[in-house]
Each structure stands twice: as structure tokens, then as C-alpha cells.
């Protein structure tokens, strides 16, 4: 593209706007088609749809492993992927700052591409606005997400019953930390990614298995703590989870004691929590196990009883505690 | 009261030093260890390192402390050595 | 972790948190806390002095493993905790001037002032209030804005005063005049001594504060022994350290010795670190100092030496606040370790984690806080 920078004149619906769509947008997503109408005509497959959305902020807008871009088309495809969808489509609008440079516009974009790519998924409508320099750290993107629920696939969080398991597809937090040190607001620094990835591939191998899956989520803000206290509160499960066997990176531990944060409180962008039923965690486990995103699957806990909802972390030594929501946010003490 | 990591030196110059803490790293401020050296562990506290860890005593510690846990009548086997 | 070639040093310090060794360890401290309940008729009443201690405790989970063969009484060690209404309250009035950057420590932000919190004040009234890891990141964050005022919100025990001295040191070496601190500091001593003296709870022995003995050293607290006749037990903050210290203690109480040993040997030495408290000693004396309800407390805190006048933000922004508003909370019998943090009537209902009515429910090292969170299950 000619501009080096994005600016307002980007945002007016002339010539310029049409070049950065034809140039930026269109080529990488494909979309040439529906692009000439003002919707995305598609047609209505059977069964039931998911419909979500999200806008995405991230700061900085390259982290290690992840950019806005990546984030904004997994996070999407993960909430229709733990939702028991098939995602299908999604649409992306983005707000840019006057003078974003294109090139960084275009990494996003093509990491948008790419992403959507791993899970079949086609970014099929978008629109762009330009902002004043300075007022949102960059580029803002939304995307919804249209997926599929295919009816001899459900899930079925009324069926959680005693003795279910309670399943995470990886160690935890790793989002959180690489953002906290691309940040370098605390001085922290580590090597390790983000886990920023798309879950679909790797649920739809679990589904492949036929196993009984009753509910999932991503433990996103607000961590795994966060993910187990909805669904307790939600489906009045109430949720006993083993400390040592929540799998946790050594780096991320490093940040937690060095800050004094709880990890199980930290975002992760590429895990799912699986409560499946107890005969089947075995090949859950196993189906995870043999891809790439799930490699280090753990069973973390059980469901041990119905009625009012609550988490229970039992420690090494054999006592419990309770799993609160998080307290407004994690602060570094030194107490 | 405070909180504090032990995390391994893996740079220094005159004021500060690089510490690793499980993978993960740290600037931290040596004004108060002033002899401490690359590979050394030090306890970190507030971004300075307040003390360097002792390896004889570390290592004497944890054996004192398996110590008290065999303290148990001989003979019982215990549920983590099953 | 587990196949990684690892040094001894590294292997010792995983030791430390081994869960194998920590179910051993706990039986032998419930063989002996049972022994001293069949001498006594009671169990033991140890103090935690240390905060840090509350909360390890509390979350390792050897506290509810204990209940009932052990009384673990929560100590007055937690800084924000012990901090005096008046204080938080000019601190928060302060953040509320014109033009200035305060720095806190993370623990700060949301204890409850009489009327609003720094936290509130930066939400509701745009005061510029910016949690950093490290009192050098606020003098950094001063080197940078030669325009603004910087006060670092001086909170701590012995660990950390003689990190806020290094900051002093910082910026002293810089040239620069827009950094202050805002000293609010506690000796352990005094309290320790203010405690047993006053006789209002019975304690058996003490776990005494790891992190505060790596700067005064286990001479530090030979007091205890000498002029108490208390034993004390100077205790690392993970689960090992924690069991293997209350297990020395028992040995100690039961022996009927009343004595002070260093069970943290690999980063506390007899005579501390002299090098930490020779900086907080040219920068800093001891003054009297308020401590929540408890009055002020004879030479139990650290200010500024007439000569570094200039880094004093109390000097610097005189700031006035009224009398603290009563309310109903009972931190201050919290941390002398007089009632358990239920016996509260606000715990748990006006007074939460989300809502706290005093600052023992807002720092996670307060004692409300960690029987909140984890003991309420």
C-alpha cells in the first residue's frame, strides 16, 4: 500500500478507505465476494447457531507469541468452540489510531488470516473506523463469531453429576505472564509465549472420541479460579480441585513469588476446562493428550457433590479452601 | 511481614544484578550484599536482594527436616512411600 | 522441573516445598502438640508475629491441618494492618494534593481510609497513584518527571526499611529534590515486647519472622529468651520451614527451654545483615510511632535524621486530618492476637474482601483476609 500510515482520511469512505480495504483487508481475508454487498449473505446450516462477541485490547499490541490480531480470532473461536460449537464465521471491525503504521496493521491482519485458517473459519465482513492519534493505544478490534452446534454433539451441563472430572488442557497463566513482561511495568522479564492459540482443532479430537463432555469454558480474565467458581455458582456443582495438580510452568510460578500473585488467577488464552464424565476422562485425557495445544492435560479435581456452588482447593497436606472470584485486581505486595 | 524469593544471580555490575527466579527474570539491587557473585542464590525482597543464601545451611536444613519426619516408629510404612 | 539437572542449592530450596516431606513433618508436629495437650490440657499458643506467616500459613494449609491441636494466634505483622487510622488517612489526603505522583506498594491501594481509600482517590478524584514493585521504581519514576513531586508511601517492618534506605541512597546520588518518602515504618521489638508486657494474651511461643531476622540477625530477638523466659523459632515461609519450625518450637516448649533458634539458617546469620541496617541507620533513627489501637509505641519505628530533612514528605506536604472515624471493626484487637477474626461482628457480612471495613481484611496478610479466604471453607 502507497500510505505508510494510517490516517483519518483512511476512515472518510473514499478512495483512500477503498485502497486500505481492497489492499489490507480483502486480500487476506478472502472475502472478496460477500464484501460487495453490505452483509455477508451465508447460508443457514442445520442445527442450532452460537453467537458471540468480544473486543479485544491488548497493550502492548505484539507480546510475545500473541498480537492483537491472533487474540482477537482465537478468543472469538474459543468461546464458540467451548460453547459446543463448530466456529464457521466471524466478522472483524477494528478502530485505528491516525498514524498507526500499515505495516504493523498488516502483521495483524495477516495473523488474523492465519489464525481463522487453523479452524476453518472465514472472516467474511468488517469494518474499520480512524480515531484521533493517542487516544487508544493503537488499534481496538472486535470480531462475533457464528458457529454451529451440530445436534449429535452437545453439551449438557445439566448431567454434572458426582464423580465428574474436572480436566484443564495445560498449565495456566502463561498469557498473563508474557503480557506482564512485554509490559516491563514491573520489571519482570521471562522467554516465556503466550499460549494465545485457537482451541478448535484440538476440541473437535475430544469430540471425535464420543465422550461424554458436560460443560467447558476458557479461563480467561480472571483465571482458572474465576472459570470453576462461574461454573459451580452456575450449574450448583460444587467443584474440590487437587493444588498439586493444577500444572503450572516454573516461569509463571517465578513471577507469582516474585510479585506475590496467585497464578490460578492469571489469564490464559489457549486452555480449556473440560468437566466430563468420570469414564470418559480417560480418553478426554488421552485425545488431548496426542495434539499439540493439549500435550500436558491434566485431570485437576472432581466434582464432589450438587447443591450450592463452590470451589474447594485441597492442599498437600490434605486441608481445604475455598476458591474466591477475584478482588478487583492482582497488585504486587510485599506483604 | 515481607515477601521473599530466592532467585539464582546470573549477571551483575556495580549496583544491580540480574536474578533468575524459576525461569523467569528480575533486575534487583545489591546495595545490601555487596559481595554477592554470579551463581549465588540471594532472597529477594522489594526489588533489592536483601541476602545471599547459604548452600551449606540450605542443604543441612533439609536434611535436619527428613530427619524429624523419619522420627516415626520404624517399621510403619507410610502412605507416600507406598 | 522434575528431570532438570538442578544444583544441590536449587535442589534443597525445591525440599522446601516438598509435599511428601510436608505430610511426614505434619504428623511429628501433631505428635508433639498432642503431647503438650496431655501435659497441659490445653494446646499450645504459638504466635505468628510475621503477616507473611498468616498468610503461608493460611495457604499451605497448615493452620486448618492444625485446628485444634495447635492455637496459631496472628501476631501484629502485617504493615498496612498495623498502620494507625490517622496515618492512612493523611496518606490518602496527601495522594489528593495537586501535581503529585505517589508511589505505593501494591498493599496500600485499597485499605480503607476514613472517608474513601488511594484507591478511590485516584478512581474517583484523578489522583495520580501508581502501585510499583520496588521504592527504586519510584525514584526512577521522579528522575523522569522533574516537573512533579514523587512520595513513596514508606510502609514496612525491618525488611523493608532498609530498602526504603536504598531509595533515599538512590536518589541522593541522583541530585534529586522532587522525591520525598512518607515514613510510616515498624520495628519488631518494641511490639513484641509492648505484648508481653501488656499481658492481654497468653503466648507460649513464637514463630518468629524470617525475613525481618535476615536484617537484625537471631540476636535480634535473643530478648525473647533472656528477658522473657519465651521461646521463639525463626521460621522460613514455605510449608517445610513452617512445619519443621512449629515442631522445634513444641520440642523447645515441651523441653520447657526457652531459648531462640534460627531454623532459617540459609539466609538469616547470628548478626543479621549489617550491611541493610548500617544504610537504614545513616538515613533513618528510631521515634516514637503510632500503632493501631495500641497507642504509641516508645521508639518502635524509623524517620528521618535531621540532615536528609529533604527527602520528608511529612516535612515537605504537611498534610492535617481530622480524628478517624470510629467504626465497629476490631482489627486492633486482631492484631495483638486477642480475638480470632470471626469474633468480629462486620467479618464475613459488612465486612468482606470486596468491602472491607478495616485494613485486616484487605491485606492479604491480614488476618482477616487469609481466615476469609481460606479457612472459611
Not at chain 1, 62 to 72: R, S, Y
Request: net charge negative.
Amino acid at each position: 500500500m502507497s500510505s505508510q500510515q494510517v490516517s483519518l482520511e483512511h476512515g472518510e469512505g473514499g478512495e483512500l478507505s477503498h485502497k486500505l480495504l481492497r489492499e489490507v483487508f480483502v486480500s487476506r481475508f478472502g472475502h472478496a465476494e460477500e464484501s460487495k454487498w453490505d452483509a455477508a449473505r451465508l447460508a443457514v446450516p442445520e442445527g442450532r447457531i452460537a453467537l458471540t462477541t468480544d473486543t479485544f485490547t491488548l497493550q502492548p499490541l505484539f507480546v510475545n507469541g500473541c498480537n492483537i490480531g491472533k487474540l482477537a480470532v482465537a478468543g472469538t473461536v474459543n468461546d464458540l468452540t467451548v460453547s459446543g460449537a463448530v466456529p464457521r464465521y466471524l466478522t472483524a471491525g477494528f478502530v485505528i489510531e491516525e498514524g498507526f503504521p500499515v505495516r504493523d496493521l498488516v502483521t495483524i491482519v495477516d495473523a488474523m488470516a492465519a489464525e481463522a485458517q487453523k479452524s476453518g473459519v472465514r472472516i467474511v465482513a468488517g469494518d474499520t473506523k480512524i480515531v484521533k492519534r493517542g487516544t487508544i493505544g493503537g488499534v481496538i478490534i472486535n470480531t462475533a463469531g457464528v458457529g454451529v452446534i451440530p445436534p449429535e454433539f452437545d453439551l449438557h451441563p445439566e448431567a454434572m453429576r458426582e464423580g465428574d472430572a474436572v480436566i484443564v488442557s495445560g498449565p495456566i497463566g502463561d498469557h498473563a505472564v508474557a503480557v506482564l513482561a512485554a509490559r516491563g511495568e514491573l520489571g519482570v522479564m521471562t522467554d516465556l509465549p503466550s499460549d494465545c492459540t485457537s482451541l478448535y482443532p484440538m476440541i473437535r479430537r475430544v469430540r471425535e472420541t464420543g465422550a461424554a463432555i458436560r460443560f467447558m469454558r476458557d479461563p480467561t480474565r480472571g483465571g482458572l479460579a474465576t472459570a470453576l467458581v462461574e461454573i459451580a455458582e452456575d450449574f450448583g456443582a460444587e467443584i474440590e480441585i487437587e493444588q498439586e495438580a493444577v500444572p503450572i510452568r516454573p516461569e509463571v510460578e517465578g513471577v507469582c513469588e516474585i510479585l506475590g500473585y496467585d497464578p490460578l488467577y492469571f489469564a490464559s488464552e489457549g486452555k480449556a476446562v473440560l468437566i466430563v464424565a468420570e469414564a470418559d476422562a480417560p480418553r478426554v485425557l488421552q485425545a488431548l493428550r496426542e495434539t499439540e495445544e493439549g500435550k500436558e492435560a491434566a485431570v485437576i479435581g472432581r466434582i464432589v457433590g450438587r447443591g450450592e456452588g463452590k470451589v474447594l482447593l485441597k492442599s498437600a497436606l490434605g486441608s481445604r479452601r475455598r476458591v474466591l472470584r477475584l478482588q478487583g485486581m492482582q497488585l504486587p505486595r510485599i506483604c | 511481614m515481607c515477601v521473599g524469593v530466592p532467585g539464582k544471580v546470573i549477571e551483575r555490575d556495580e549496583y544491580t544484578a540480574i536474578v533468575e527466579v524459576m525461569g523467569s527474570r528480575m533486575k534487583v539491587g545489591i546495595i545490601l550484599v555487596p559481595d554477592v557473585q554470579v551463581g549465588d542464590y540471594v532472597l529477594v525482597h522489594a526489588g533489592k536482594a536483601l541476602q545471599i543464601v547459604d548452600e551449606e545451611y540450605a542443604r543441612a536444613s533439609v536434611e535436619a527436616w527428613a530427619l524429624i519426619g523419619e522420627l516415626r516408629e520404624q517399621g510403619v510404612l507410610e502412605e507416600s512411600d507406598r | 522441573m522434575d528431570t532438570a539437572v538442578r544444583s544441590p542449592l536449587a535442589a534443597a530450596l525445591a525440599q522446601t516445598k516438598d509435599p511428601v516431606l510436608a505430610r511426614r513433618l505434619l504428623d511429628r508436629v501433631k505428635d508433639l502438640a498432642e503431647r503438650f495437650i496431655a501435659r497441659h490440657g490445653r494446646p499450645a499458643a504459638i504466635m505468628e508475629v510475621c503477616g507473611s506467616h498468616t498468610h503461608a500459613l493460611a495457604e499451605t494449609g497448615v493452620k486448618d491441618a492444625l485446628r485444634g491441636a495447635v492455637r496459631l494466634i496472628s501476631g501484629p505483622g502485617c504493615p498496612v494492618c498495623v498502620t494507625d487510622q490517622a496515618e492512612i488517612d493523611a496518606m490518602i489526603a496527601l495522594a489528593e494534593g495537586q501535581g503529585r505522583i505517589i508511589a505505593t506498594f501494591g498493599d496500600m491501594l485499597r485499605v480503607p481510609g476514613s472517608r474513601g481509600s488511594l484507591m478511590k482517590a485516584k478512581v474517583e478524584k484523578g489522583a495520580d497513584v501508581r502501585v510499583v514493585y520496588s521504592p527504586s521504581d519510584a525514584v526512577r519514576i521522579a528522575a523522569e518527571h522533574p516537573d512533579r513531586e514523587v512520595i513513596f508511601l514508606g510502609v514496612g517492618f525491618e525488611t523493608t526499611i532498609p530498602i526504603l534506605a536504598a531509595a533515599v541512597a538512590e536518589a541522593e546520588a541522583l541530585g534529586l529534590r522532587n522525591f520525598s518518602l512518607w515514613m510510616s515504618t515498624n520495628l519488631v521489638e518494641p511490639v513484641m515486647r509492648h505484648l508481653l508486657e501488656s499481658g492481654e494474651v497468653r503466648i507460649d511461643g513464637f514463630l518468629l519472622p524470617g525475613h525481618v531476622a535476615t536484617v537484625i540477625g537471631r540476636q535480634g530477638f535473643l530478648f525473647l529468651a533472656e528477658e522473657y523466659r519465651k521461646p521463639g523459632v525463626i521460621a522460613g515461609f514455605e510449608v517445610n520451614e513452617l512445619l519443621s519450625s512449629l515442631y522445634l518450637l513444641l520440642e523447645l516448649l515441651l523441653a520447657g527451654r526457652a531459648e531462640v533458634l534460627n531454623n532459617y539458617p540459609s539466609v538469616v546469620r547470628e548478626d543479621g545483615n549489617p550491611a541493610a541496617r548500617r544504610l537504614m541507620e545513616r538515613y533513618f533513627v528510631p521515634v516514637d510511632q503510632p500503632w493501631r489501637e495500641m497507642g504509641i509505641i516508645p521508639q518502635s519505628g524509623m524517620d528521618f535524621r535531621e540532615a536528609y530533612a529533604r527527602f520528608d514528605a511529612k516535612r515537605k506536604f504537611p498534610v492535617r486530618v481530622g480524628k478517624p472515624k470510629p467504626t465497629a471493626c476490631r482489627c486492633g484487637e486482631v492484631i495483638r492476637g486477642l480475638i480470632e477474626p470471626d469474633a468480629c461482628p462486620l467479618f464475613g457480612r459488612a465486612c468482606t474482601p470486596e468491602h472491607a471495613i478495616g485494613p485486616c481484611m484487605v491485606s492479604s496478610e491480614g488476618a482477616c483476609a487469609a481466615h476469609y479466604k481460606y479457612l472459611r471453607a
